[in-house]
Structure formats: structure tokens, C-alpha cells
């Protein structure tokens, strides 16, 4: 078992910035895949990006690049999320997600953590 949890949400003003991080605790998993989704009122849960264990590998959904970056701290099983430029369509549920392969795909994720709100106001 991977027990994930998340923090760093908040409320912010649009162009501002945020940073997330993701904690994982139990089993060692240094094979995983880690990303991060978000999930707004009314709407699917969608990847934002995703990172290797190692760091060498990263995908961005479109709508953040450049704006987001995702990092890996191995040593202490974290992973960070930050977020520059905030615009109000990133207000969404943020939620750090392990699973055993690379993809964007949500159903292949194993482990999840229970979500940090993120609020951009105009």
C-alpha cells in the first residue's frame, strides 16, 4: 500500500503562484509514476502532469505548460507541484495520484490522495 497525501492548496489572485506537494508514505516505490490531476465543478478529473520516480521522465497537459513545473524529492518521497501564473480555470480540486506506468490515462492510477483545493479568483 501507498498512502499519498497532499498540501499547498489555497486561495489566490489570478497571475499568482502556488506550490503543492505530495507526500507518499508506505510501501517503497521507486517504480511508480507519479502525476497530478485536477478536477473542477462539474468536470472530469484530468491529468495535469506526471513525473518518472527519478525525475527524468515528465508530461504536461498543454493547458499548464510553462506555467507549471513538476519536481521529485526521492530522498522524502515527495513530490511538488509549482504552479506560476494562475488563471481562474485552474480553481480545481488538486489531487496526487501513483500508478505503475507512464500515462495520462486517470483509471490507471492505483493510489490516490484525497485532494487539496486550489481557488484563482479574477
Known amino acids: 500500500q501507498v498512502q499519498l497525501v497532499e498540501s499547498g492548496g489555497g486561495l489566490v489572485q489570478a497571475g499568482c503562484s502556488l506550490r503543492l506537494s505530495c507526500v507518499a508514505s508506505?510501501?517503497?516505490?521507486?517504480?511508480?509514476?507519479m502525476g497530478w490531476f485536477r478536477q473542477g465543478p462539474g468536470q472530469e478529473r484530468e491529468f495535469v502532469v506526471g513525473?518518472?520516480?527519478?525525475?527524468?521522465?515528465?508530461d504536461y497537459a498543454d493547458s499548464v505548460k510553462g506555467r507549471f513545473t513538476i519536481s521529485s524529492d526521492n530522498a522524502n518521497n515527495k513530490v511538488y507541484l509549482q504552479m506560476n501564473s494562475l488563471k481562474p480555470e485552474d480553481t480545481a480540486v488538486y489531487y496526487c495520484?501513483?500508478?505503475?506506468?507512464?500515462?495520462?490515462?486517470?483509471?490507471?492510477?492505483?493510489?490516490w490522495g484525497r485532494g487539496t483545493q486550489v481557488t484563482v479568483s479574477s
Open positions: 513525473i518518472s520516480w527519478r525525475g527524468r521522465i515528465t
Open positions: 508506505g510501501r517503497t516505490f521507486g517504480w511508480y509514476y
Open positions: 495520484a501513483a500508478g505503475p506506468q507512464r500515462t495520462v490515462d486517470v483509471p490507471q492510477y492505483v493510489y
